[in-house]
């Protein structure tokens, strides 16, 4: 058959046929599609689940309320709010109460002391369904002296407040507590230059340093150093 014949013989096909040749030849081709198509679509499922448990979450009407308290007594309403939360059967209303705290160091005579600071002294965070029943709960529970609102309407804290508040609660690097303040003159206790004097020139408290102005040889040196490494005088 010559190459005339051959295009005559294509020209007359049925197109139908030629194109059950083509997705016959194509096949592969399209299991892949098909495959990420599956694929796409399981993710998909997934994404909705976890989406519908957000909302479900959101849905149910639970969010972060402040209420105030005398200060130093925070720990103490704590506990009273969460004795009548299981007293009086309120543990599908009322669900955390968290009085925000961080872990802070400081330093004094040399030596380092790490305790639990109040953040917000005599606030205290609840999260809740607000209804009647919950805000009288709360509201009357001693030692609270009210919510944080506009007038008498208790007002949600945003999404964004609480990460914030609970990230710092959970943060890592403890604060550092500083009982010098730029200008002040301090004694150096370790190192090379100990029993120098010196002046604060600028504070890192997120990295536990001090900078201090050193004087020798008829100059002021700059010197960065660990809080443990100078005191007041």
């Given amino acids: 058959m010559n190459a005339d014949e051959m295009d005559l013989e294509t020209k007359d096909q049925d197109p ?13 081709s399209t299991e892949l599609a098909d495959s990420a198509e599956a694929a796409d679509s399981a993710a998909d499922e997934v994404a909705d689940e976890a989406g519908d448990e957000a909302d479900e979450e959101v849905a149910d009407g639970r969010e972060w309320y402040v209420i105030h308290s005398y200060s130093g007594y925070e720990n103490k309403v704590k506990s009273n709010l969460e004795q009548r939360i299981e007293t009086m059967g309120m543990q599908d209303k009322i669900f955390q109460v968290v009085v925000p705290t961080e872990e802070e160091v400081e330093i004094r005579e040399g030596q380092r002391r790490t305790s639990r600071r109040r953040v917000f002294p005599g606030y205290i965070l609840v999260q809740m369904i607000m209804d009647d029943e919950s805000w009288y709960v709360v509201r009357n529970t001693p030692g609270v002296t009210g919510f944080v609102g506009s007038g008498t309407k208790p007002i949600p804290l945003s999404e964004e407040e609480v990460e914030k508040i609970l990230s710092r609660m959970e943060a890592e690097q403890p604060r550092v507590k500083v009982s010098f303040r730029v200008g002040e003159t301090v004694r150096i206790v370790e190192g090379p230059f ?12 997120e990295r536990g340093k001090v900078r201090v102005l050193v004087s020798f040889f008829g100059r002021e040196t700059p010197v960065e150093m660990d809080f443990l490494q100078v005191e007041r005088i």
């Fill in 16 to 28: 139908l046929e030629l194109e059950d040749e083509v997705r016959i030849e194509d096949g592969s």
């Fill in 194 to 205: 100990a029993e120098f004097m010196a002046v604060v020139d600028d504070l890192y408290p």
